[in-house]
Nanobody, 122 residues
């Protein structure tokens, strides 16, 4: 019922920056809670950042706190992830997710995008 499409991934050097976007389509709700996850082959899916569609409250994984910022354009319902001071360990496929319930950094969201690849290397 809700489709999410990520964009903005790419290849950067350590210390570089990228901004990911997640554009929804279908029956969207401005009160939806949204989040960013990442995953590499053979590893567990990791919650990166999340934002409340009701209050705007945010939370981050310790590994990205101070470097990444999650935000949302409430008029267009577009989710962003600004990633600064990127490290090689940030390399992963990044996914956006949405739900009417706030699962915080747990991977229980009802709707998921197809992913966008981020590669950080020298």
């Amino acid at each position: 019922q809700v489709q999410l499409v990520e964009s903005g991934g790419g290849s950067v050097q350590p210390g570089g920056s990228l901004r990911l976007s997640c554009a929804p389509s279908g029956n969207t709700d401005s009160s939806y809670y949204m989040a960013w996850f990442r995953q590499t082959p053979g590893k567990e899916r990791e919650g990166v950042a999340t934002i409340s569609g009701v209050t705007g409250a945010t939370m981050y994984a310790d590994s990205v706190k101070g470097r990444f910022t999650i935000s949302k354009d409430n008029a267009k319902h577009i989710l962003y992830l600004q990633m600064n001071s990127l490290k090689p360990e940030d390399t992963a496929m990044y996914y956006c997710a949405a739900d009417s319930r706030w699962w915080r950094l747990l991977g229980r969201y009802a709707y998921w995008g197809q992913g966008t690849q981020v590669t950080v290397s020298s």
